[in-house]
């Protein structure tokens, strides 16, 4: 059960990333008063902002600053107030040392049960990947303690899910997880319209809820369930039941 | 939460297969209240009795009175009461019509929200393969209300899932769903020493079931597991939150 | 090309199939002249008719009858003329010889270039797969002159095209061929509502024509493509250049 | 239809993987009049050349200019006239931002509708992995008008098709285009006859292409291939129509 | 080592599909003195013999007659002795009890080391397919000894070894064992003459005979490796050392 | 046969790897008089040491002195005497040109018939996946002469075999060579021993070992498998005969 006891942290490549496959549950997430840390590691500047660079003189500055209006915006739908913006470069984003134990820290200051991030193939997006491995060893580092970090501890190994890619099949997800999101829908609907200059995504994962309800119901047979989000996982499921 | 509105349907292509690979599950649903309803298609008479077969003029009828005696004695050390032996040839198992509309009729009278049987391979034996299909089969056409049968109304769609094979990689078996057996444990053993016969089985179980516990405390970081089962699973999960 | 001598032979396993799965490509193939020949296996009527049964005192002949007229008026939307029911049982549908020599006979009589019909793998439906083996087996043995029938003589290798099943991930479909179905998205709208009991699949496959042409979009850069429907091929592409 | 409007952009590894696993279908593109830009990332001087560095007194310069050679009478063969040699080390090749802005820039320029390169596993070379992912991911940055290279202007997302690898099986190759060669076969056995030092090669790329073309006969029943080439493809089929 | 104590039993669905695909290696096991059985299961007079019966009046018992000539001459070459062939009806063989029994028999009289026969996946024939599980299912039943036959007595477990199909690659092959042949090509090239109306498949075994080759030479270094066949294998290897 | 001519390479990512993984092969080797080359590129120091930072003012020194003294006395256990560590950092462990050449260098002079190291997948071990690539791609660059690298000459291509990861299954582990080690048993029950701080690896690879043996029976048919060891291979055998 969701609680105040359940961390949740979320890692998105770019500014909306973490709307369009993931906006649902964590907005279930913070209704149900789970506390959710939100790292976007980039503004989406160079790989993910087409529309804004169509417009005459555009500066990368001014690119960054309407993401990063978007983006707060959305996340306020959502209710989520602990947001960090790393602002690496995009398309393609790399990784040293240095941001690993960037990375290392923040999961052994939030001690995250769940993290939620971009799975390990995305067809059409070499950052996603790159993010997938990224998070998941940063989270196998912070669970090991003589990777010594100043002031930091250890962390429990944290469950990592996969965001559904945006070409599900060539990119060989498979719906491992789908969440329920109806009772939060509208809130996901307005963080997706924050995005306006991506109509056809609005659009796009508008249908994409409602295929995915239709999935839960017929793997379920729960009539209820309108919309919903679908994940894989890194993991198997431990623990005492089926579920 | 397992509880006595859970129904479990658990089938069982010959007679040890439930012991050997749920054994340590079926004991905890029982232990918590849950409906258990065990199916047994076969003794394993032509193809699991190769120790009984090596004594001198043994008979079909003796073979599947022992198996009868050792199944009806496992079955007692988990508590399951509600136990179906149907006494089909094994090695090979074959399903025609009338089997099929009998195992839509005990699903649509169990009206399972679990179904525990064997998954799709298994490298070594035919009859786990067939009898999986078989399975997976009828829970999809108890849901539909044009397969008419008499006395019989249409149930949810059931989840499935599968037993670990003996030879899990080359079975290609994942586990996607590793349950703790902990607090049931020694009524496994007890049960698994119900097949004196097939020793070198007993050890390989027991072996394993430590094996899949030290796997559950490594996935979930939680160290009170000790000894867990795995098994596959025919859908993804839904429902309202990562677990 | 599509043109006049364009041979295709569509076979859906239940009355819908069809309709949901490849309507749009065939309302273009008729559009464009090709000879468009339909065979439609069975009426759905215990597996897909589950409206028609929660109707008091429902009949299979009526529910057959319902279904029927359903098909030809969906068929009319698409102008197909060539159809054949077959009224094979479903929920299971079985094969034998005879069952296949009709198949093998119908495809020495059209002689199709492209055999549309159910893909190798459908985790929801087993009469999908028995289906899609049954024809795949058919057009092998269509080609041989070993295989005798009177009256026929053997066809050329036809290539063969698999629906998407309703969950493609778990069924394991990757889209390897997307066909645009602008022009003809209005008969395949109106050939849908001819299925009113099942309105969620009307919405279903509405959504879905709508991502996969977000999916021609996005693969081919061509930014005409609005509605498009996607299929698995059984063999590679032969030709004389890259399409 | 291949014509003067086809843009084809091609990546060789090293000096003659071109040849080897494309040259047939680079001389038909050049003789039905398609715009054909051959890119050689390196002499493979490291790599490929053993013959050579079994000469007493063998260098780097020497290697080079030899194999230079080869490459350009090859190239003469198929009417290639658009080639550039990169001259990257290889055995291990590496890639930076510099490289990657170099070939984003080259594919803006040439806008190829096809990139035929290496596909994303080679058993045995290791360079042919990386090329593959280095050259689809400039494909992708190609299209983002946020990728800022001065002078360039974005192209649309080219399709990318890959070389059949050396041992296709364990390189989970799988030949998704095969392309009939027939009518330049000669050129391309004149073509490989450039790299007398590979005799091995020169036997086992003819019996090759032998093999395909019985392959090409027997998926689409067409008796007129005598001769052809292979390839995986990186994206699905988009288009009007089955082919 | 091969010697007069290996027992070897090949299993062919059809007349020369012994020949094409492990005739080198059948040859190989005869000149070292094994003990090597040959069962073939039908005359492939439906689906195997396009060109006989493209003479006018052709009957079936000539299409046998001649295509057991074909066998018995072909098996001549390698100098099998020990021949039978069961006269199944192909293009579709289909396998009851009986048949199964027949198998089991085999077996447990040869009791066979290695059996090679055809692979699970066949992606232009099914009865290839149906063959390898016949055979792998009756190598299973044949240890048991539940499974009583009159005048039989178990076997060990055989090891499976599966011919590689005509279209590697779209079968899912893998060559997991390749064995060089080089010292009995000649009997191969000789045996595969016996089937003179099959001129493309004599050119096709000879030319992929050369690639094996060429692969034997590259994953070995060995250079002596001139001729060579692949094969799959069903279990994993179990010994002693690293082979 | 393993004798005095054997070389063989066995290359650890950390500490203990050769042990629990490889040690029952390392040992079998070592008695039966092949040249075994052992190096350990880390001292786990940083992932595989957590028991030992659990010490107050423990330090990287100690650390390494402590796992030093072990894998000393586990290799003397084994008879191991050629033993380098080369003091990489681990957790993450990443490889330069010069680290590459080193390792070219080292296979060079050991010119090892078999390379045993880490697989190509390790879901819970980064450091493990990188290694593999690492020594994989060493083994090709040490057979080609244009790789000039002063002092050495050119080895042939070694076949690799890669060690079980800790969890099989979800590393997409197959078992395809199962070594017996029911005669060094012993000897590895000892070396697993020097690594105390870690028992439940101890008692997971005591029962592991018995699983393998388990298999090791089941799938040859020999009762005298006790234990065993499971290993992948990269490449495909080629040999005389089927093994």
């Not at 960090?84 to 393609?92: L, N, Q, R, T, V």
């Not at 491995?133 to 912070?142: E, G, P, Q, R, T």
């Not at 930091?152 to 329920?180: C, M, N, R, W, Y």
């Not at 939060?184 to 309800?213: P, T, W």
Request: glycine content about 6%.
């Amino acid at each position: 059960m969701i609680d105040h006891n359940t961390n949740l942290l979320v890692v998105s490549a770019h500014a909306a990333d973490f709307v369009w496959r993931g906006g649902g549950t964590i907005a279930k997430y913070v209704k149900h008063n789970a506390n959710v840390s939100l790292v976007i590691l980039s503004y989406g500047a160079r790989g993910e902002s087409n529309d804004l660079w169509n417009i005459d003189g555009q500066t990368l500055e001014n690119v960054k600053r309407i993401r990063r209006e978007e983006i707060e915006k959305a996340a306020g739908y959502f209710g989520v107030t602990n947001l960090e913006i790393w602002d690496f470069e995009d398309y393609h984003m790399s990784f040293d040392k240095e941001r690993m134990d960037r990375m290392v820290t923040k999961i052994r200051e939030v001690k995250p049960h769940h993290i939620l991030t971009h799975g390990p193939r995305d067809a059409f997006n070499p950052d996603h990947e790159a993010v997938s491995k990224f998070v998941f060893d940063a989270s196998v580092l912070s669970t090991s303690n003589g990777v010594r970090i100043e002031g930091t501890q250890t962390a429990k190994q944290a469950q990592l899910f996969g965001f559904e890619p945006h070409q599900s099949e060539i990119s060989d997800f498979k719906p491992e997880v789908i969440i329920d999101i109806t009772e939060v829908y509208e809130q996901k609907e307005q963080a997706m319209n924050c995005f306006k200059a991506q109509q056809h995504l609005i659009d796009y994962y508008g249908s994409k809820a409602k295929l995915r309800g239709n999935h839960a119901r017929r793997c379920s047979g729960n009539k209820e369930y309108k919309y919903a989000e679908a994940f894989s996982r890194f993991f198997p499921y431990v623990g005492g039941e089926f579920v």
